[in-house]
């Protein structure tokens, strides 16, 4: 099952500092056939103004994890992390039994991100907030960013099994990703025009993936990929 969620059907908050645009609802935006994909929760696409951002808030039990596409980001919590993420990087925020933190863009321009959150497989654990920076040539390929498997000893760590995967392509670049029974896979081109077995989706828009063995995805533009692999909701704890 293949579902392409085009761009302009995406939840949308416009607060003049902040553009927003919800994958699934989120905020005053609400629709019930798109409150998550398996363990994955939340997709925001959102363009913050210079000089602005997220004033301090609180989250818990959740493992919330910025992609930054364009600009940077600069993250402050009441743990005492400090620190500035620039785009291609990633940071992960296990909210835990509970944290307060704030984000701005301290930037001339724009900056561009992706939140994802991803439900943990355990509650009111210890929060913590991590940052890496990732090679930037990571083109043709997916590259594993954050992870709660195993195997993925080089990513930023998360509280379930799941995986945010990156990367750049090229036009015509192609790549195939092997689902693992009951897999719940969802993926977002950043600037290009991608097929996904043959399933055209543009710039921007979500593609929803469940019950098939193998993806082939092959970018038609140049492009960034972002993917989360994520576990069912059987996999969330309770």
Same mark, same amino acid.
């Given at each position: 099952? +293949? ?35 398996? =363990? ?17 808030? %609180? ?12 600009? #940077? ?9 400090? %620190? ?10 296990? =909210? ?28 009111? #654990?210890?929060?913590?907030?991590? =940052? ?29 099994? #799941? ?42 828009? %979500?593609? =929803? +993936? ?14 960034? +990929? ?5 576990? %069912? ?6």
């Amino acid at each position: 099952m +293949i579902d392409v969620r085009p761009f302009n059907t995406l939840g949308h908050a416009e607060f003049g500092w902040l553009d927003a645009h919800h994958h699934f609802s989120f905020g005053q935006y609400m629709d019930q056939s798109r409150m998550g994909w398996g =363990a994955l929760r939340v997709w925001n696409d959102d363009t913050i103004s210079p000089f602005t951002g997220f004033d301090p808030h %609180g989250h818990r039990d959740m493992e919330i994890v910025t992609y930054v596409r364009k600009g #940077a980001i600069t993250h402050t919590d009441r743990l005492g992390n400090v %620190g500035r993420t620039e785009a291609g990087d990633v940071q992960v925020m296990s =909210a835990g039994k509970g944290i307060v933190h704030s984000e701005y863009n301290q930037e001339p321009d724009d900056t561009q991100i992706f939140q994802i959150w991803i439900m943990p497989n355990k509650r009111h #654990a210890e929060p913590y907030w991590e =940052a890496r920076n990732f090679p930037k040539d990571r083109t043709g390929k997916l590259t594993v960013l954050a992870s709660g498997r195993p195997d993925d000893k080089d990513a930023l760590p998360i509280n379930q099994d #799941a995986a945010v995967m990156g990367g750049s392509f090229k036009a015509g670049d192609s790549t195939t990703y092997d689902l693992g029974k009951g897999r719940y896979l969802y993926l977002v081109s950043t600037d290009g025009k991608i097929e996904v077995n043959g399933t055209q989706a543009g710039s921007r828009d %979500g593609v =929803a +993936i469940a019950e098939t063995d193998s993806i082939t995805i092959t970018a038609l533009e140049d492009t960034e +990929i972002v993917l989360v692999d994520a576990p %069912g909701l059987d996999a969330v704890a309770a």
